[in-house]
């Protein structure tokens, strides 16, 4: 150990001295002659500011990040190496890989834009914003796609390519060569190439699954209204359920009239009315259910008193009662009740005014009796000739012609009343001061009125209109004006007048709109659009649907927000094209989010936050600092910028741009060695004037010794020394200091920065620089305010958490400030000074005042509280919690409009008697209308739909119509049996063959189908052709003979008579389809039957032969495709052949290629050199 020790020390003191070098010198000092060695650094060493000889190596380049360890040689501080490893450039930092980026600090790499750092490696790796699935990501966003996919250019993704075309058969390309369905799909069974077919979850009954979830019905059957297959029932079904094509069924408690219609059954019958429902009757107009039968209903109020109801509104009197004109019965009495009235039979009972006599009859009293006459009837007199009764009862003078509106002074002789003036023709006429407009004078100031006039409350005549002027007046009999803000409509009513109109809503009064649902009143009377939750940077267009502002997008929380032009570097926008800068950023002239450096970057710039980057010609120093970087070094000064140095002072710059000493009045007989410092030629010595030792005295030639409370600085000077330093300032004298600029002496003796103004609420910590005091904080203005947390909202901060409210605010217990409305806000809150917010459910009206809501309005009434309406007169309130009108007595088959007023129901209208009837469009032909749409149907008809009244056949029309009851016709390819039924019908009778559908034949065994005849001939007869091989399609000629396989049958085509085709045969037949393969049927639609022969019903024959001729031109196809796909195959292996051939004659000579071009590769990227 101690053996090691001794090795470095040596090695140690070898290096030290070998900084240090001694230079012989001669020197004539007083006379004698002196020589000696004077130590001082070697070449390349320069030495420190202090007395002892202390030598540090001198690098031309600054190390940064390192020391100089030798002459022009840096040892880099860990993590650090030298640039371009040379070691005497400056260190810089190193990280691990880092290609494609650019290296920071030790081990932190950053990458260039689109890459991105691998950790394990080091390197930077690209990145691809999809991620490169079945790929790799070689450059930015580029993806290169492994074997088997390709790239989709418009989405950046590898998607696997299939030889097979998916997409054609409802599928889609899951991996390299291999398909998958879609969804919905299923890959369909028994199929040689890939292909897949729709799934129908619950199954297609009665139908085909054409795409998913999707059946086509088969026919005769159509979808329900659950999507099902359903049977067709033409005519359809009444009171009964199609269970099969043309097949109904009755419901229970119904039975058949006809195929398609089936009646209500009642047991017990209904006298007086209809069966309508299984055991239920409805009685005929008149009559009402009594112990459940129809009894006729008399609607007199008493229900025939004195009798009975016979019929409808038609009484029978008891015995001793007869019927009146008022068809009520009334007792009888005969010979009369005279002056009396018979009150049961064979009595009667005197009218008021009259009494029973002696001989039982009834004799009139007169109250007072009768001066000048005689009682004639109760209270009244007859009077005797000239005299007549008047209203008193009184007999009075008669004048002949009578005294109208006057009064018989003497017989013959009138006097007028008051208010009647005598006429020209001696009568007395009423007289109504002021006259009669739009009426006459009846009597003294009473007019009546002509005819469509009445009389008002200020005895004027105006005009009637019938049915009212509602917002208006009427003018003339029948005719209306309109009030002011009214207009005339095309119903001849008065309806409001908005001006602008009333858009999303419509006009309730002059001027004023009322809103449809979703939108709301602005201040300026319109109806807009409400969206909940608003529209903030945006506007509402229509309920709960947002547009953006100028300048805004929707992002995906259907929220607005700004959008700037170009992105926001290094912040977020806040506004249209406004952008706010992260923290560490400020915004520059030209917009853009700057990072910011504290204190700035001189000779640099400013990165990251903090962070500062030198400009070309500087490098960072150890305070973060740009400093100038000078090749060579500046040797007795100090470089100020790259490459240009500045001289210390006492040193100027010679020609050859180096700091050479300056001593002032220059040095006779010597030369100059530092700042006024000379030193003498040989045989010249200095004498005590200029370059002596000030503050010092000369110990030796050119060295000095300070004085007490002095030391030697780095010019060699001395310069006074104060304990402890003299911080914010400079030592003057031996422990005296002088404060900088901006500082000042305090008691303690110590400098102190000074701020003009001084520090409220802190304290100084540099030249005109405060700190603030704990709950205070330096706003823009340089001052300290304090701070208060939470902030102040609606006020001010006064003091560390304490605030004081605005005007307009009060604090709360909360201690918040609070807005304060005078007045309060009822049923709303206060949210700024004097403005109020209306709770939930109300809204603010033109009185600033809070009124209810209620969504909907509140028609025919007005709204009291939250969605909470009450009715105007003449409406009620609902289930539903609308206003409806109310009409006495109801309304049947119709509804209420307007207070006791009807309208009628759909399919209804008013007759000349005031009620709704029902209404069949067309008419009911064959029937009546017993309800709207609804005939009721003749005997031998049924419904076929509510309007149509159809024939009716009992047995049925099987494969045909019924065109009068019990009469049936036949559909083309069927013709009527002997026993009335419709049968199938070919027209060559099949002979030697069955008929299975109209015109088509099954031949028997050893019978071929002939297309021209219609008719099955024998093969013997039909199959020796002149050219066999030209015309015997999937057979084989044996002796000019086509012979068919197994399972095989020969058929002549219809079309060309001389062609003869194999075809399979399938057993059982195929239904409405064609036999493809032994055994296999295929239905026209190209679909397979369900049951594997029963296909779905096709009219038309001649789809059988064009399925064919598709088939066949199928299998054509797909030979046409094979053969161009084996061309394709052989001409892609020759093209590879020669592409090899041709590529090769190329060399990777990476060894000639690097001396051609000078440049030397690893091993690894010898790759990048190619011929």
Wanted: aromatic fraction near 6%; hydrophobic fraction near 20%.
């Amino acid at each position: 150990m101690w053996i090691c020790k001794l090795v470095i020390y040596s090695l140690l003191t070898g290096f030290v001295a070998a900084q240090i070098c001694e230079v012989p010198y001669n020197r004539h000092f007083h006379g004698k002659h002196i020589q000696g060695k004077l130590k001082q650094c070697c070449r390349g060493y320069r030495k420190l500011g202090t007395t002892k000889l202390n030598c540090v190596p001198i690098c031309k380049n600054a190390c940064s990040n390192g020391k100089c360890t030798k002459p022009n040689e840096c040892t880099c501080n860990v993590g650090y190496v030298n640039l371009n490893r040379i070691k005497s450039n400056r260190c810089v930092s190193y990280c691990k890989g880092c290609n494609h980026g650019e290296c920071l600090a030790p081990g932190r790499c950053v990458c260039n834009g689109g890459y991105q750092l691998d950790s394990k490696t080091g390197n930077c790796v690209p990145q691809c914003a999809g991620g490169c699935p079945n790929g790799t990501c070689t450059s930015p966003n580029r993806c290169s796609c492994n074997k088997g996919y390709t790239l989709n250019a418009t989405t950046q993704v590898c998607q696997p390519t299939c030889e097979d075309n998916c997409q054609r058969f409802n599928g889609f390309c899951a991996a390299p060569n291999r398909c998958d369905c879609n969804s919905g799909y299923v890959l369909k069974p028994n199929s040689k190439t890939f292909a897949c077919q729709p799934v129908c979850k619950n199954g297609c009954k009665n139908g085909v699954c054409r795409a998913p979830e999707v059946c086509e019905c088969n026919k005769f059957f159509q979808k329900d209204a659950d999507k099902n297959c359903s049977p067709i029932c033409e005519g359809g079904c009444v009171n009964a359920k199609c269970t099969k094509p043309d097949v109904c069924e009755c419901r229970p408690g119904y039975t058949p009239i006809s195929p398609n219609v089936c009646l209500a059954v009642c047991p017990s019958g209904c006298k007086n009315g209809d069966c309508v429902a299984p055991d239920v009757c409805s009685c005929h107009p008149g009559h009402s259910k009594l112990d459940g039968v129809c009894s006729p209903v008399c609607e007199d109020g008493c229900g025939c008193e004195n009798g009975f109801c016979i019929s409808p509104d038609k009484c029978s009197c008891n015995e001793g009662y007869e019927m009146d004109i008022e068809n009520k019965c009334t007792p009888i009495c005969k010979g009369g009740c005279e002056n009396g009235f018979c009150i049961s039979p064979e009595k009667c009972s005197c009218n008021e005014g009259y009494e029973m006599n002696n001989g039982n009859k009834c004799t009139p009293i007169c109250k007072g009796g009768c001066e000048n006459g005689f009682c004639i009837s109760p209270d009244k007199c007859s009077c005797n000739e000239g005299y007549e009764m008047d209203i008193e009862k009184k007999c009075t003078p008669i004048c002949k012609g009578g005294c109208e509106n006057g009064f018989c002074i003497s017989p013959d002789k009138c006097s007028c009343n008051k208010g009647y003036e005598m006429d020209i023709e001696n009568k007395c006429l009423p007289v109504c001061e002021g006259g009669c407009e739009n009426g006459f004078c009846i009597s003294p100031d009473k007019c009546s009125c002509n005819e469509g006039y009445q009389m008002d409350i200020e005895n004027k005549c105006i005009p009637v209109c019938e049915g009212g002027c509602e917002n208006g007046f009427c003018i003339s009999p029948d005719k209306c004006s309109c009030n002011e803000g009214y207009e005339m409509n095309n119903g001849n009513k008065c309806t409001p007048i908005c001006k602008g109109g009333c858009e999303n809503g419509f006009c309730i009064s002059p001027d004023k709109c009322l809103c449809n649902e979703g939108y709301e009143m602005d201040i300026e009377n319109k109806c807009t659009p409400n969206c909940k939750g608003g529209c903030e940077n945006g506007f509402c267009i229509s309920p709960d649907k947002c547009s953006c502002n100028e300048g805004y997008q929707m992002d995906i929380e259907n929220k607005c927000i700004p959008v700037c032009e170009g992105g926001c570097e290094n912040g977020f926008c806040i506004s249209p094209d406004k952008c706010s800068c992260n923290e560490g950023y400020e915004m520059d002239i030209e917009k853009k989010c700057t990072p910011i450096c504290k204190g700035g970057c001189e000779n640099g710039f400013c990165i990251s936050p903090d962070k500062c980057s030198c400009n070309k010609g500087y490098e960072m120093d150890i305070e973060n600092k740009c400093i100038p970087v000078c090749e060579g070094g500046c040797e007795n000064g100090f470089c100020i910028s790259p490459d240009k140095c500045s001289c210390n002072e006492g040193y100027q710059m010679d020609i050859e741009n180096k700091c050479i000493p300056v001593c002032e009045g220059g040095c006779e007989n010597g030369f100059c060695i530092s700042p006024d410092k000379c030193s003498c030629n040989e045989g010249y010595e200095m004498n005590n004037g200029k370059g002596g030792c000030e503050n010092g005295f000369c110990i030796s030639p050119d060295k000095c010794l300070c004085n007490e409370g002095y030391e030697m600085d780095i010019e060699n000077k001395c310069t006074p020394n104060c304990k402890g330093g003299c911080e914010n300032g400079f030592c003057i004298s031996p422990d005296k200091c002088s404060c900088n600029e901006g500082y000042q002496m305090d008691i303690e003796n110590k400098c102190i920065p000074v701020c003009e103004g001084g520090c409220e609420n802190g304290f100084c910590i540099s030249p005109d620089k405060c700190s603030c005091n704990e709950g205070y904080e330096m706003n823009t203005g340089d001052k300290c305010t304090p701070i208060c947390k939470g902030g102040c909202e609606n006020g001010f901060c006064i003091s560390p958490d304490k605030c004081s409210c605005n005007e307009g605010y009060e604090m709360d217990i909360e201690n918040k400030c609070i807005p304060v409305c005078e007045g309060g806000c009822e049923n709303g809150f206060c949210i700024s000074p004097d403005k109020c917010s209306c709770n939930e459910g109300y809204e603010m009206n033109n009185g600033n005042k809070c009124t209810p809501i209620c969504k909907g309005g509140c028609e025919n009434g007005f709204c009291i509280s939250p969605d909470k309406c009450s009715c105007n007169e003449g409406y009620e309130m609902d289930i539903e919690n609308k206003c409806i009108p109310v009409c006495e007595g109801g309304c049947e088959n119709g509804f209420c409009i307007s207070p006791d007023k009807c309208s009628c129901n759909e399919g209804y209208e008013m007759d000349i008697e005031n009620k709704c009837i029902p209404v069949c469009e067309g008419g009911c032909e064959n029937g009546l209308c017993s309800a709207p749409g609804i005939c009721s149907c003749n005997e031998g008809y049924a419904h076929a739909g509510n309007e149509t009244c159809i024939p009716t056949c009992k047995k049925g029309c099987q494969n045909g119509l019924c065109k009068l009851p019990g009469q049936c016709q036949c559909l083309d390819g069927f013709k009527k049996s002997v026993d009335g039924n419709c049968e199938l019908h070919c027209p060559s009778s099949c002979r030697n063959g069955k008929c299975i559908s109209p015109g088509i034949c099954k031949c028997d065994d050893g019978f071929i189908f002939d297309g021209q005849t219609g008719s099955c001939l024998p093969e013997n007869e039909k199959l020796v052709d002149t050219d066999c091989h030209q015309s015997c399609q999937n057979g084989t000629c044996l002796d000019g003979i086509c012979t068919c396989e197994d399972n095989y049958k020969l058929h002549r085509d219809r079309i060309d008579n001389r062609r003869l085709s194999c075809l399979p045969i399938c057993e059982p037949e195929c239904i409405n389809g064609y036999c493809e393969a032994p055994g296999i049927c295929a239905c026209f639609d190209g679909e397979s039957p369900s049951d594997g022969y029963h296909c779905p019903s096709w009219d038309s024959s001649e789809a059988l032969e064009s399925s064919k001729y598709k088939k066949k031109q199928i299998k054509h196809l797909k030979w046409i495709f094979v053969t161009i796909a084996v061309v394709a195959l052989v001409l892609a292996i020759v093209i590879a052949m020669l592409m090899m051939h041709i590529f090769k004659k190329h060399s990777y000579r990476v060894d000639e290629n690097e001396k051609k071009f000078g440049v030397y590769f690893s091993a690894k990227m010898a790759d990048i050199i190619r011929a």
